[in-house]
């Protein structure tokens, strides 16, 4: 393993500092790993353990800070994504490899009350035989983990433990939170004088780790990483030896690429991210791979992590079966990217799937472009429900799967909300969709739930009108050129036949009130998906007759006749 380089001392807060002694701290036990490596599997083991451990404090330390700024995290996050999968799989392998003989001989941690014998100097516990006043002069170091001790040996029945699967998963939990307190306290709580303080901990980590064993056997318990996909699927790794190359070439051409595994690489675009369709010519499946800049914004890779795994949101995130942060690339002197192979949807984006409906089925494709307005608007919700917004709405930007679930692989454009709010120079979006509050001076901040509302309601009005590329493209200038106006909400063109329709004219409606120039008098998201409730189900009920319609322009009424 290789330590982390390029940290900067320059930090301008103390969290940065403490983050970066951190990393320090970890190079530190890189660098022992080599020394304990040759000691034997066991010296070995705790080694790998220790990285590990200070690994996942230092992802929890930053978990909740703003980190696309600080270059320490970054360069701690590409060491993190090389080596996670290398320690979860070589700590397996020790475990499986340990002799059973000397394993079976090795203690289990002990009860809490044992423990507290061993941690009490010899005249203390002469004079003081109850625990509660040898606690008294116990270091505080040692009384750290009696609870910890406490709850692992909770359950009386130890067989009856092992032997079910929950009760064994629930003590392969105890045992891991042990060790992680051990190892904290080993690496930044034992003075350098307390030898035998660190005996002790360190005698706690080999017993932890034996149980840890024994219990691995006996359960039968893999590694909990995440699940990357068949080794079929990642026809991209880091692993052979002309990925960098592969990587530079797409970073820099927008054209079909052959790789030497059989896979073709055709280009078919991307706005924020570069596309290409990845096919076999013996294979069946088909994947998308993309490539995205790192920089511009600067990818919060935290914030990526927790959208995927979030509740309510999760659903409207494309697959990753492989995700992989490369490094930068000096070769081309641009800033790293991103690199993923993705889950392909057949029917594209938004735009395209509404492009390939029948033009005159028009209770179809109202019924259809309700029902994508109102995923689009639930997720909205779902993420301001959680303190984030998506700030680039838009039909080019989300994908639609066979199964009609609207996605998106865009990640870039979801920001976190504080107090409300979402500072403007930390959004990436169209500037010409924009609502006009993102385009006045005075405010250095926006609120997303309208701003998202405001381009909800532009999607709406792209997939009911079918705007081909020509007419969005004049519908983009004119937006922007009224993007100063503060009194007069812009006026689309209803003229498409659709909006002529009984459930058309309410759409118009709709559509009118969710880009009101005034925020404030904006529908809200959960009014949005209310109304897209609706008006569906009038297009369904629309669907069971065939509807003529003609306009009588001369009285400017509409004639409706029912052929049943």
Not at 363 to 379: D, G, K
Not at 414 to 423: C, D, W, Y
Request: aromatic content about 8%.
């Amino acid at each position: 393993m290789k330590k982390i380089v390029g940290l900067s001392k320059e930090c301008f807060s103390d969290e940065a500092l403490a983050n970066l002694s951190d990393i320090q701290t970890l190079n530190r036990l890189i660098e022992d790993h080599e020394k304990e490596k040759a000691k034997g599997l066991l010296e070995e083991l705790l080694s790998l353990k220790r990285i590990q451990i200070q690994t996942k404090i230092i992802y929890r330390n930053y978990y909740d800070q703003h980190v696309t700024e600080d270059l320490n995290f970054h360069l701690f996050y590409i060491w993190r994504f090389h080596h996670k999968e290398f320690l979860e799989s070589r700590i397996q392998e020790i475990l499986e490899q340990f002799p059973e003989k000397i394993l079976m001989e090795m203690p289990s941690p002990p009860e809490s009350r044992v423990w507290a014998n061993k941690t009490t100097g010899l005249k203390i516990s002469l004079f003081n035989p109850k625990r509660e006043s040898r606690d008294r002069w116990r270091s505080e170091q040692y009384r750290e983990v009696d609870s910890l001790l406490d709850e692992l040996h909770r359950e009386k029945n130890r067989k009856e433990e092992v032997e079910s699967e929950e009760a064994g998963k629930l003590k392969e939990q105890r045992l891991h939170q042990l060790e992680e307190k051990i190892v904290a306290i080993i690496l930044n709580d034992i003075p350098d004088k307390k030898e035998k303080m660190f005996k002790r901990f360190h005698k706690l980590q080999v017993s932890t780790n034996a149980a840890l064993a024994r219990l691995f056997r006996k359960m039968a318990v893999s590694s909990q990483g995440p699940d990357s996909g068949s080794s079929s699927d990642i026809f991209i790794h880091p692993d052979h030896s002309n990925f960098n190359d592969f990587i530079t070439k797409l970073s820099r051409e927008q054209a079909d690429v052959l790789l030497p595994e059989g896979f073709n690489l055709h280009y078919i675009g991307g706005n924020n991210n570069r596309n290409w369709l990845a096919t076999h010519s013996t294979e069946v499946k088909k994947y998308v791979v993309r490539v995205e800049k790192a920089s511009g914004p600067i990818t919060d890779y935290i914030l990526r992590e927790k959208i995927i795994k979030l509740e309510g949101v999760s659903q409207y995130i494309a697959r990753d079966i492989f995700y992989y942060p490369t490094e930068y690339l000096q070769s081309l002197g641009e800033s790293a990217v991103n690199i993923a192979i993705s889950e392909y949807c057949p029917r594209g984006n938004l735009k395209a799937y509404r492009q390939a409906m029948e033009l005159n089925d028009f209770p179809m494709i109202s019924a259809e472009v309700l029902r994508m307005t109102q995923q689009l608007a639930t997720m909205a919700s779902a993420l301001a429900q959680n303190n984030m917004a998506y700030m680039d709405i838009k039909s080019e930007n989300f994908l639609i799967r066979d199964n009609d679930d609207v996605i998106t692989a865009d990640l870039k454009s979801i920001v976190l909300v504080k107090e409300g709010k979402v500072p403007k120079n930390s959004i990436s979006t169209t500037p010409n969709y924009a609502p006009s509050e993102y385009h006045r001076m005075h405010s250095s901040e926006v609120d997303p739930k309208p701003f998202m509302v405001y381009q909800i309601g532009l999607v709406l009005y792209d997939l009911a009108a079918n705007l081909n590329a020509e007419d969005k493209n004049e519908l983009a200038g004119q937006l922007y050129d009224y993007r100063n106006e503060e009194n007069k909400t812009f006026e689309l063109d209803f003229s498409a036949p659709i909006f002529s329709t009984s459930v058309g004219m309410q759409i118009q409606e709709l559509i009118t009130s969710m880009i009101n120039i005034k925020s404030k008098e904006r529908p809200t998201l959960d009014d949005v998906i209310q109304a897209c409730e609706d008006l569906r189900k009038q297009c369904n009920q629309s669907k069971e007759s065939s509807i003529t319609i003609e306009k009588d322009l001369s009285k400017d009424v509409l004639s409706v006749t029912l052929k049943n």
